[in-house]
């Protein structure tokens, strides 16, 4: 029985984070009133002539930049001709024969996914579906053009994806590069961040590509791991039933958990692509370019690569801690400051992301500072408090802003670590559980554990491990049977 492999490409919309809109003035910011935010530019009214946001540019370069790109000497803009009710001019100002950035790359897992382009757009409209909704379904649409104009990078990759996991860590990983070099927030839910997937299967071992289809309406990246996945078996059942697959765009339905037809798929022919004649091309000043580059932050491979060699992290706990730029920046103000690397990332990868989930908060909305985080692993290994305590300490600091010498005083859990007070407690509980010590030195040596409880029950937990093992040892050592 022929086996069958997917092959897919993603193309990615990203909204750049400017302050004003592709070709003309008016504002960005999500949220406004229906149609509050648009001029005869963004609307198409006749005789209006666009003007290139720099910014979009700018933060173009800086994608390219960060995906291995080559950035273009010269970049022009062209008109793609299709008809929809929310792009008022009935033509989109995109780029296709002249991307600003072409043949990068992103690495996932050690695995090079490439870039075929990152091209500048704007943005169409957004339709409002409105009327008899809940009941028998919306019988009437509004369009909001607000988003009409609104710079749009399109990032295409090659069809070097093998698999769903694949897709999601690919949209994973640049939706943190967008965000560490700051040119997009990545907001899924609002749409800054949108993805379509082209998904088609071949024989195993064959190079030919198969018909493929786009899928639309992927929200999330759960969703965009689901629907390849159906896409996947549903072509695949398909061809080994003998019919062929269709070229066309599919939405995915997350209610049913399918892909429907759309509509048939378009080419670049169908769009009537032309050069933007009120547009003249762009010379990219290389001088200008070098000046972006220094403005480039550490990227998350980079970052990553960072934790694992210098700071000797676990590789999966520096993929965690570098998922989240908010995250990821505090633990390098913690560590700068003098913190444990390594309690540092335990207790961010382990209680403080339980604590935001739970919350439903970001890393940004907690009282935590990396002050903080410095004074509770100093406290640790100073032997003040234990590392149960240490929890304890960052449970609070996660609800409120505290001080940790306050809390610690004030929750009374500063450790014990006399040893005259500890060779007491570990006395009275060997005295106590005679049959016990017996047992220990008949070989079953699994009872230490059980004194070890015992000792820590009765200082209710205050007793420094490190010399409450070394006495039990001793005074074991010396027990009379």
Not at 13 to 31: D, I, N, Q, R, V
Not at 57 to 68: E, S
Not at 429 to 438: E, G, H, I
Request: aromatic residues 6%; contains cysteine.
């Amino acid at each position: 029985m022929t086996e069958y492999e997917p092959v897919i490409g993603l193309e990615v919309h990203a909204h750049l984070k400017t302050k004003s809109k592709a070709f003309c003035g008016c504002p960005t910011s999500f949220g406004a009133e229906p149609n509050t935010q648009v001029c005869p530019v963004c609307l198409g009214m006749p005789g209006v002539l666009p003007v290139v946001n720099k910014s979009m540019v700018a933060f173009a370069i800086k994608v390219g930049l960060a995906l291995d790109c080559t950035i273009s000497n010269t970049t022009k803009f062209d008109r793609k001709n299709y008809f929809y009710p929310d792009l008022p001019k009935g033509y989109q100002i995109s780029q296709y024969d002249e991307p600003i950035c072409k043949a990068g790359h992103i690495t996932i897992k050690n695995k090079k996914i490439r870039v075929h382009r990152a091209h500048m757009e704007e943005d169409a409209g957004k339709l409002v579906h409105a009327g008899a909704a809940g009941l028998h379904g919306s019988d009437y649409s509004l369009v909001d053009y607000n988003r009409g104009g609104v710079p749009l990078l399109e990032i295409v990759s090659e069809p070097d994806i093998t698999s769903p996991e694949e897709a999601r860590l690919y949209l994973t990983e640049l939706r943190n590069i967008l965000r560490y070099i700051d040119v997009c927030d990545g907001n899924l839910e609002e749409g800054s961040f949108r993805c379509d997937a082209n998904v088609s299967i071949r024989p195993v071992g064959t190079k030919e590509l198969g018909t493929r289809t786009e899928i639309k309406n992927l929200n999330s990246f759960r969703a965009v791991q689901r629907a390849i996945q159906y896409e996947i078996e549903r072509q695949t059942t398909l061809v080994e039933s003998g019919e062929k697959v269709v070229q066309q765009t599919r939405l995915w339905n997350d209610g049913d958990g399918k892909t429907h037809p759309m509509r048939s798929k378009e080419e670049a022919h169908d769009y009537r692509y032309f050069p933007e004649p009120d547009l003249v091309p762009l010379v990219i000043d290389k001088v200008w370019i070098e000046e972006l580059v220094k403005q480039m932050p550490e990227l998350p491979e980079a970052r990553r690569r960072r934790y694992v060699t210098e700071l000797k992290l676990a590789p999966d706990d520096a993929y965690v801690l570098v998922e989240s730029k908010e995250m990821s920046d505090f633990f390098d103000r913690a560590i700068k400051l003098g913190a444990s690397a390594k309690e540092t990332a335990n207790w961010l990868i382990g209680p403080t992301q339980a604590y935001l989930k739970e919350q439903k908060l970001g890393f940004d909305e907690l009282p935590l500072t990396p002050e903080n985080v410095r004074d509770l692993a100093t406290a640790v290994s100073r032997g003040t408090i234990s590392n149960t305590a240490a929890k304890q300490v960052l449970s609070e600091l996660l609800a409120k802003k505290s001080d940790v010498a306050a809390l610690i005083e004030k929750l009374g859990l500063t450790q014990v670590s006399d040893e005259g007070d500890l060779r007491k407690a570990v006395s009275e509980v060997l005295a106590a559980n005679p049959s016990q010590v017996a047992e220990f030195h008949q070989g079953r040596t699994k009872v230490r554990q059980f004194f070890f409880g015992e000792i820590m029950k009765g200082t209710k937990g205050k007793a420094n491990p490190q010399v409450v093992n070394k006495l039990l040892d001793e005074i074991l050592a010396t027990a009379k049977i």
